[in-house]
């Protein structure tokens, strides 16, 4: 599709090479385009499409070209779509339809010219994917793409006052319009303008040299929607076939700019409600020459599309090469008014993006409909719930890496109900069947005013409200309130559904399961530890937290899964899982512990994990003391996860 005018652009050579090229008479093809623009837009787009199809058939399949043949399949076809008697007529045009005599003249200029039409038709195919065309469009036939592309293309020569053909302004602009910033850079399309000038230059020359009228050759563009008259006159009327006169108003286009990395759009919205912004290659390059590098490491593209009216999505179309790159130090941030997601340069793996060109992703709103749990439905009630999609080559294609988790924000002012208990607000993941699924790392974010949440799959993603409390968590007054946000996240359940069990220890197997839920840590793994099976209610999370090396247990590749978890070893678990997270806590010393009388007790291994976590208050300790060996109990973990989540 990226050679668009390549088909325009060999029509209009042939047209300048082959001397003798037949014409009609200059009054019967007057005759017949005046009639096909009595005709209405989609009456026309019917007649020529089919004209284009069986002409051809007859051409490329029949040494000898047998054109009543071809009309009477015309006949065939318009006549089981209840049009033949609406738009032809057995002797004259006048009465708003065509004449069996001008339809003979317009497949007749095709017969005289087989060489031209076959090798227009071999371009078509050569340089456009018919079948992208076909989906985007809704088309059907290899008529209604060629159309297609002339209503898209429009004129693209004209005159000058001295009646010289001349190439008619910016050829890309006019020929492509919305989809202009998506195939073509600035020096494509000054490329292209220079060869429409050079070919005007050279019709020229055909002219004179053959001495053939001009009106003939405009009349055999006019067929082609390729000619349009000058504002002032100097030259025949230019007819656009099927896409109506030159003077209709050019669709709306997408446009973009770039500055210090980011690119805005203002995009365009499609039939089906879709605000769609292509970035290009060499719109991405662009804007990530000029992006500047963040503390990380990374640097940071930004896209942010402009509101559009009456959009329910809005889909970002990017050279699959961006998402499925070896570079883990790029990152693109794509805005848009339903949220903003943030994805990885290496989102794809290779392997998914094998032969695939452009990526679209689709940020849409959705219904709360078809949500099968009475109480997630309570719960998110009428509060925004976003889906996210993905497309290759405009083909959907369902998106999971656990290696590369990617986030979402989405804009969310809390009610007068809401405020002050913000942190019960989270996120569900609705699944295929309508089950909900608590998205434990997802939480409001007040300085942004968003629900922010990291996922490794997409799907439908609700905003809610969950609120969860137990009868024994109001006697400890200290962590009631970390209590009731974890259970009510879903990082930590509670021994049934009224008790917590505040008091209780709890196990390594526990603990990790909620640290790597609190941060949405996530990586696929192979194998897990020899004492975790597949039946354990938390094999996933250890799973992942010994593929990315949190633990690696105390040895004999054993994790200890209903030991209760030590104080310092909690605290290994965190500082390891905040690098990996992002959390910069920055590094702890020694003057942080300075004030603990215990200090002593830390196992060399874990001073520096302890150290940190002091420094950002994740751990307080009671009074003067850490209790670095002591056991951890479920209030403790609970208030832990809690300050975590803060961070």
Do not use: C
Request: hydrophobic share 40%; no cysteine.
């Amino acid at each position: 599709m990226k050679k668009l005018l390549a088909l325009i652009v060999a029509f209009a050579m042939l047209l300048m090479q082959i001397p003798g090229m037949a014409f009609a008479a200059d009054s019967d093809v007057k005759r017949a385009i005046d009639e096909l623009n009595n005709l209405t837009k989609q009456q026309k787009a019917a007649l020529l499409s089919n004209v284009w199809d069986f002409t051809f058939k007859e051409l490329n399949n029949s040494q000898q070209v047998n054109k009543q043949d071809i009309l009477d399949e015309i006949e065939r076809e318009l006549r089981k779509v209840g049009l033949w008697d609406k738009i032809i007529s057995d002797t004259s045009g006048n009465d708003g339809k065509i004449s069996k005599a001008s339809l003979d003249v317009i497949v007749q200029e095709l017969i005289d010219n087989k060489a031209i039409i076959s090798d227009i038709y071999r371009s078509f195919e050569d340089n456009i994917d018919m079948q992208v065309l076909k989906t985007l469009f809704g088309l059907n036939t290899h008529g209604e793409v060629f159309l297609k592309l002339i209503d898209l293309s429009g004129p693209v020569l004209t005159s000058d006052s001295n009646g010289k053909f001349i190439s008619k302004g910016n050829v890309v602009q006019n020929a492509l319009g919305s989809l202009a910033g998506e195939l073509f850079d600035q020096d494509e399309i000054e490329e292209l303008n220079r060869q429409f000038k050079t070919l005007a230059d050279k019709l020229n020359d055909y002219v004179a040299q053959y001495k053939v009228d001009k009106n003939d050759v405009i009349h055999a563009l006019n067929i082609y929607g390729l000619y349009a008259a000058p504002p002032t006159g100097g030259g025949d009327s230019g007819v656009i076939i099927g896409g109506g006169s030159s003077s209709e108003t050019p669709p709306p286009s997408e446009s973009s700019t770039v500055k210090q990395g980011l690119i805005e759009f203002k995009a365009v919205l499609d039939s089906k409600g879709a605000a769609k912004a292509t970035v290009t290659q060499k719109l991405f390059d662009k804007a990530l020459g000029t992006a500047e590098v963040g503390n990380d490491g990374v640097k940071t593209v930004e896209i942010k599309i402009d509101a559009v009216k009456g959009a329910k999505q809005y889909v970002p179309q990017l050279p699959a090469s961006v998402l499925a790159s070896d570079k883990q130090d790029v990152k693109i941030k794509i805005e848009t008014p339903l949220g903003t997601l943030s994805v990885p340069g290496n989102m794809f793996n290779k392997e998914d993006a094998a032969g695939v060109s452009n990526i679209q992703i689709s940020i849409g709103i959705s219904g709360a409909s078809g949500i099968n749990d009475e109480a997630a439905a309570e719960a998110i009630g009428t509060r925004p719930v976003i889906e996210l999609g993905v497309m290759a080559d405009g083909k959907a294609r369902a998106w999971s890496n656990p290696d590369v988790p990617v986030t979402f924000s989405v804009k969310y002012a809390p009610s007068d109900k809401e405020l002050g208990k913000t942190d019960f607000l989270t996120v569900l993941y609705i699944d295929g069947s309508g089950k909900a699924f608590a998205v434990p790392n997802a939480r409001f974010n007040a300085g942004a005013g968003t629900v922010d949440f990291s996922t490794t799959h997409f799907s439908k993603y609700a905003v809610a409200y969950v609120y969860k409390t137990f009868d024994d968590a109001a006697k400890y007054s200290w962590a009631k309130t970390a209590i009731e946000v974890v259970a009510s996240r879903g990082i930590t359940d509670g021994i049934s559904e009224d008790t917590f069990d505040p008091d209780g220890d709890i196990t390594r197997a526990e603990f990790l399961a909620g640290l790597i839920k609190t941060l949405g840590l996530s990586a696929k793994f192979d194998a897990n530890f020899d004492d975790v099976k597949p039946d354990n209610k938390f094999y996933n999370e250890i799973g992942i937290a010994k593929q990315l090396k949190i633990t690696e247990g105390p040895g004999n590749n054993r994790f200890g899964t209903d030991t209760v978890i030590s104080r310092q070893d909690m605290m290994v678990f965190i500082s390891k899982a905040m690098k990996l997270a992002g959390k910069n806590g920055g590094t702890g010393t020694d003057s942080d512990l300075e004030k603990f009388s215990d200090k002593d007790k830390i196992a060399s291994y874990a001073k520096d994990s302890v150290a940190l976590l002091v420094k950002n208050k994740i751990i307080q300790g009671n009074g003067n003391n850490l209790n670095p060996t002591g056991k951890v109990t479920r209030a403790a973990s609970a208030v832990t996860l809690y300050r975590l989540s803060k961070l």
